[in-house]
């Protein structure tokens, strides 16, 4: 059932009930945009004002490493920095993606692995505020990790990226421990076939051959902190709601034969595996374009992509937002993209035209994003979400005495709150208001202008999540008499 507008800003605060299961709180919802990039911090913050205005908590942008590079370029350091910094300021969580270009340029040697974890360290050197790194790009794919196979049909991309995830991981915690390193990013389908004309793994065999290499290397420290992995549906118009139960593939709804997989690849070893956090990396959803837009956009729309309506669209994207919501292992999904790329055999999966105008989805999407910050976005079975005040304001004694009892509050989740002002003495309750509030949003609570006898008061603020309610929060002001 659909949750009424809750248009909010505002930090997000993972609290629970101990004993009590904990989904919502702990996903962040936001996109995968490029566009972010920002060579001035001018620029940097503007494009974070723009992701916060439509809703978006996270972002993950691209550095690329290419042979002969260990560390970021002046020019790239600077983009880095600028976007970090510009996120942490506005509250979006900022995601680097550290990959090469392209199979072509897949760093296997010795000499080109320690290139690239020396490129990644100083990605984390040369952007203090980042706190999320991602090895690599769908390194299943023969498209950006080769070879796949060896001549004899053998697997050999999971043990090779191994390697290097595992190196990586090492030279990143050296320059900063709390960088989180994120390894997987695998895609959601492949074919395990080393003869056919595109040798890919699926994640399925990817993630179980990962786990045979990392058990071969004899290590005893992890490689990873998260595991990354891309949830895109086999075409634009199958829902996030269909599962892959009889094949290799991996989706929003396949959430528990992930966890499996990564339980049988790594449990019992020192990298985590059933409880290591997971991020949905990209999932996407290409609407269909109205023709006052199509001259906008270049070459012909592929066969197989099969774009949607943009209502269906925004329902895609809000039923998987919800989805992961419920998923406790799942800390943050990105969307792909913000904005649609111009070539029609690229993605149009952007809540925004590629010339920067409103799709019809984004509001529905906004909202869908706002909520999941909020710990509104569905109910999940068993999950209790404990609502705290960010900001309290009670009213003053002296306030009191003129007959004005107001109360302001801020709520790190989406709440119910509830104001009275009672005798501190008997607790009867003299003046009460209540409503509520989105995440991070400004209440300001006027309980009514009224002249109180002799006595003694306190004011009294409960709080309850509207969707998913732990038991309520309390809090009192001091007491204070009157007159």
Sequence with gaps: MRIGLLAAFGALVALAVPGVAVAGPRLVAGVVEDDARASTMVEAEAKMTELRVAGYRAVRITSYWRPGLTAPTEGEATVLRNVTDAGLRNGVDVYVTVMSPGSGTTPLTDEARAQFTSYAAGVVEAAPSLRH?????????????LPQFALDGSSVAPAAYLALLAQTYDAVKAVSPNVEVLGG??????????????????PTT??????????????????????????????SSVPPTVAHPNTTSI?????????????????????????????????????????????????????TTKPVPETTQAQYYEQALAMAFCQPNV?????????????????????????????????????????TAGGSITRCPGVQL????????????????????????RCDLDCN???????????????????????????????????????????????????NPAPPTLRQSATFSLP
């Design 185 to 202: 990013a695998v895609s959601p389908r492949g074919t395990d076939k080393p003869s056919g004309v595109r040798p890919t793994h699926s």
């Design 206 to 235: 990817f993630i179980q051959d990962l786990g045979t290499a990392y058990r071969a290397s004899g290590r005893n420290r992890p490689v990873m902190d998260a595991f990354a992995i891309n949830v895109y549906s086999d075409n």
């Design 331 to 371: 800390e943050t999904m990105l969307l792909f993209l913000s904005r649609d790329e111009r070539a029609r055999a690229a993605w149009q999966s952007g809540v925004y035209y590629v010339d920067g105008t409103p799709k019809s989805s984004r509001a529905v999407v906004t909202r869908a994003l706002d909520r």
């Design 251 to 303: 989706g929003v709804a396949d959430y528990d034969k992930l966890v499996a997989l990564l339980g049988q690849a790594f449990d019992g070893t020192a990298q985590r595996g059933s409880d290591l956090p997971i991020l949905y990396g990209e999932y996407g959803v290409e609407s269909e374009i109205p023709a006052a837009k199509a001259g906008l956009y270049t070459g012909t729309e592929p066969t």
């Design 386 to 409: 404990v609502v705290h005040p960010t900001y309290l304001r009670f009213g003053t004694r002296s306030a009191a005495k003129r007959g004005i009892f107001r109360t302001s509050l």
């Design 133 to 145: 790194l991602i090895v690599c790009n769908e390194p299943n794919l023969n498209r950006f990790w």
């Design 417 to 467: 709150y509830r104001v009275r002002l009672e005798n501190a003495a008997t607790h009867s309750t003299k003046l009460s208001a209540g409503g509520t509030a989105a995440v991070g949003q400004l209440v300001q609570v006027d309980l009514g202008t009224r002249h109180l006898p002799r006595g003694t008061y306190r004011y009294t603020l409960n709080l309850v999540h509207p969707v």
